[in-house]
């Protein structure tokens, strides 16, 4: 049975992102060239690749000054072969999040009707979702850098991944027959991580022990939690068998060394976006630097590093033509190497400070991963958002409503919100505007000052 699951993976797996799938040609023949660029891309020279990231980087900014109004405006004033280097195209204004939500329409190529694109809406951690859109093309390239990153880690097409990630925003809902046998035929076993108290950890272990992944894709946190939870219960997992992938949030040093330690595995991460996709990751036996996927992106500080060499980070998409973001502020802030210079696009990236992210802790050890807000809003017309939990477990849900953000929006969102946080007292405020601390432009948008034994 687990050779035939594995057989029935890799067919499965060729079948998805065969270019003869009905519907699915154009997206999977860039998700073919992409895997194969990459290849190419990375057999050069670094000498070599930054020619080559040059001349895409110089491609999409001709693509954008031409096609897309917001940056023929933007650029009006720049010289016709700008950028002659890297070093030039850093006089280019930066993009932020505000810049997006305010001029969506006129960041879009003109060469894309907008009902043949296909739009995402960024899980927000910040506060502030926006939404992205990508042509078909666009879109093979992005998920294409993913399935390069785990052919890296060996696991190629139809190998087994499981997840410890996410989850439903129904906290009832259980997945479809047809979900289940999805699952089933691309060797993938999605399990949610909002909710982590023992029982549902054992719960996700024993699921683990059955399914024996190649690969395991987890928040930072959520892992973590399964590993201590696992040492302290005596339990010896057999799986994966081969690597731990963390995302979304910050690895902190003793978390990994506790997931190693329990797993007997690498743990790896990777830093991506939904609104960029995978930008930079580790790989086992090169040390905990992030290399840049450079075939796909630029990354670049704003402005000179501090002395510690940390700075916000900067991204440029080289293959996303629909929607092209251009030194893009993606309110990260990462630790460039020493060796970075403006003449030169960065090669690595010594670390990913990101976002630390908090709980929501819940009566009965139960906790509520801070990263289930951002999904939770994502689908609703909501500006901005600011929850904080007081010492004695109340909420108070502070949210910037837009302006389609009906009565049967909120009282919707209401309850899910109020689902997800049973045991607590849940108020909602909605605002204008949300206030930031002075120094601070970046919003921490979920804090708790409540702890587990507060409700001992």
Request: glycine share 6%; aromatic share 10%.
């Amino acid at each position: 049975m687990t050779r035939l699951r594995d057989w029935v993976g890799q067919l499965s797996a060729a079948w998805t992102w065969s270019e003869w799938r009905p519907g699915r040609r154009r997206m999977n023949q860039a998700f073919r060239l992409g895997i194969e660029t990459r290849r190419r891309f990375n057999a050069l020279s670094e000498q070599e690749q930054a020619a080559e990231m040059l001349k895409s980087l110089q491609a999409i900014v001709r693509h954008a000054r031409s096609s897309v109004p917001f940056y023929s405006n933007l650029m009006r004033d720049l010289p016709s072969d700008f950028p002659a280097s890297f070093a030039d195209y850093r006089k280019l204004t930066p993009l932020d999040k505000t810049a997006i939500r305010s001029e969506q329409d006129r960041l879009l190529s003109a060469l894309w009707p907008e009902n043949q694109l296909i739009h995402d809406a960024t899980g927000g951690s910040t506060g502030e979702p926006v939404v992205i859109y990508s042509s078909p093309e666009d879109l093979g390239w992005k998920l294409s850098g993913q399935q390069y990153y785990q052919s890296l880690l060996g696991c190629p097409h139809g190998s087994r991944i499981a997840t410890l990630y996410g989850g439903e925003l129904d906290v009832t809902a259980t997945p479809s027959r047809q979900a289940r046998l999805k699952n089933w035929l691309s060797n993938y076993s999605p399990h949610g991580c909002f909710r982590l108290d023992e029982p549902y950890l054992m719960e996700v272990h024993r699921a683990f022990s059955r399914f024996q992944p190649d690969m395991i894709v987890a928040y930072a946190s959520a892992v973590h939690l399964l590993a201590i939870t696992l040492e302290q219960n005596n339990q010896h997992p057999t799986y994966p068998r081969k690597v731990i992938v963390t995302g979304a949030e910050k690895l902190e040093s003793h978390q990994r060394a506790a997931v190693e330690r329990v797993f007997s595995v690498p743990v790896v991460e990777r830093y991506g976006s939904r609104d960029v996709s995978m930008m930079a990751y580790q790989i086992p036996g090169h040390g905990n630097d992030f290399w840049v996927d450079r075939c796909y992106c630029l990354i670049e500080p704003d402005g000179s590093p501090d002395e510690h060499g940390q700075a916000p980070i900067l991204v440029t998409t080289l293959r996303n033509h629909a929607m092209p973001l251009l030194r893009y502020r993606i309110d990260d802030i990462g630790g460039f190497t020493r060796d970075w210079h403006p003449a030169r696009p960065a090669i690595r990236l010594a670390s990913v400070l990101g976002r630390v992210l908090d709980y929501i802790y819940l009566p009965d050890n139960r906790r509520v991963h801070s990263s289930e807000f951002p999904h939770l809003f994502k689908d609703f017309d909501v500006v901005a958002y600011h929850i904080v939990q007081d010492a004695n477990g109340d909420v108070l849900v502070n949210v910037v409503p837009g302006p389609r953000h009906t009565e049967g929006e909120r009282q919707k969102t209401e309850r899910i919100i109020q689902d997800n946080l049973t045991g607590v007292r849940v108020t909602f405020q909605y605002l204008d505007q949300l206030e930031r601390t002075t120094g601070h432009a970046k919003l921490r948008p979920v804090v708790s000052f409540c702890r587990p034994d507060s409700y001992q």
